[in-house]
């Protein structure tokens, strides 16, 4: 009976705990990204310890500047290319309209479903009510949402690093318990300890496979190249969907802007053979299982996280479910659900 009760009272927890993070959405997101953007900022300053020439010369507090540079920097960039291209975006969007009609019509062609008047009806019918222009224009306004919110998020980012240096000051008067300081200490450094190298080495993964990504774009000479490239890097931070779309966007550019559709292909491959190789080697290699998330785990936070937050939901899914095992495998209650939630089930 006491353990039925504990269940029901913990279901309630959870779905109260969901109804607010669902509500309050607009306060936690950019709560949770400025501690994204700590933990990617003290990961960073960490990685370069390892480095034998910044390890030695650069004290700490300079690696962190140097990491505060780089975000900065690496912002600025998103925000810059976005204004550049914004007005070409809109201005170029009713001739690859009409360049994405005729791709279609190549493919209906090939697929000898030409025949009058019911491709003409399904143009009608169906491109009509595709207006890429209106569509773009959409899509700006809510990258334009989100440069006000970037700046929100590091606010929160930055007075969140003032206070880092309290914060174990913080966890010592918490209780007059000893064991239990110490177990909470343990569990706040193993977080920032996995989360930090998780997501400092997972941004240098993406900003090479942008890099690369950019290279295919460019030699093909796709519009747009360092855009779809920085979008490729920040899509790699959702799990398995992230792939998928950082080829399906500069694809779609790809059929729109050339007529040959040999060069489609080679961007295509090009794109595919990059994310194989980077998403299948380099990341393993690199990050080995630093979180020890089960696929399907990942694959599910994915799914609930989205359906909270949304976008945001599905870049923060990954280390909030990480955090999520490393806070329940530190308590006896609730390190049956940490184990179940991990790959092998060790901890």
């Not at 690199?286 to 359906?307: D, H, Q």
């Amino acid at each position: 009976m006491d353990r039925l009760q504990r269940f029901v009272h913990g279901t309630a927890l959870m779905l109260l705990a969901g109804w607010l993070l669902y509500i309050g959405k607009d306060i936690f997101v950019p709560v949770f990204f400025g501690l994204f953007v700590v933990y990617v900022i003290v990961g960073l300053a960490q990685a370069m310890q390892g480095l034998p020439l910044l390890g030695r010369v650069l004290p700490l507090q300079a690696r962190y500047a140097l990491s505060v540079l780089v975000i900065t920097l690496s912002l600025l960039v998103v925000v810059y290319l976005f204004l550049i291209n914004k007005d070409r975006f809109l201005a170029i969007a009713p001739q690859y309209q009409q360049s994405l009609l005729a791709a279609i019509q190549r493919l209906a062609v090939l697929l000898r479903i030409e025949a009058e008047p019911t491709w003409s009806t399904l143009r009608q019918e169906l491109l009509a009510q595709i207006n890429i222009q209106r569509l773009l224009g959409s899509m700006l306004a809510s990258v334009s949402s989100m440069i006000f919110s970037i700046i929100v998020v590091c606010l929160y980012a930055t007075f969140l690093l003032a206070e880092r240096r309290f914060f174990s000051r913080k966890i010592e008067k918490m209780s007059s318990d000893a064991d239990r300081v110490a177990r909470i200490r343990a569990i706040t450094t193993d977080i920032n300890k996995r989360i930090g190298s998780y997501l400092a080495l997972k941004t240098l993964i993406n900003l090479f496979l942008g890099a690369v990504s950019w290279g295919i774009m460019a030699l093909a000479g796709l519009e747009f190249a360092a855009f779809w490239a920085v979008l490729i890097a920040l899509l790699n931070y959702v799990p398995y969907i992230g792939s998928f779309l950082g080829v399906l966007f500069p694809g779609i550019m790809a059929i729109m802007q050339f007529p040959d559709a040999n060069v489609v292909f080679w961007v295509l491959l090009g794109l595919v053979l990059a994310q194989f190789l980077i998403g299948n080697f380099l990341d393993p290699y690199l990050m080995g299982n630093s979180l020890n998330l089960s696929p399907f785990a990942i694959l599910v936070s994915l799914a609930i996280w989205s359906e909270l937050w949304g976008i945001a939901g599905a870049f923060l899914a990954v280390p909030i479910t990480a955090v999520m095992v490393i806070i329940f495998s530190g308590f006896p209650s609730t390190r049956p659900i940490a184990v179940l939630l991990s790959r092998n089930g060790s901890l």
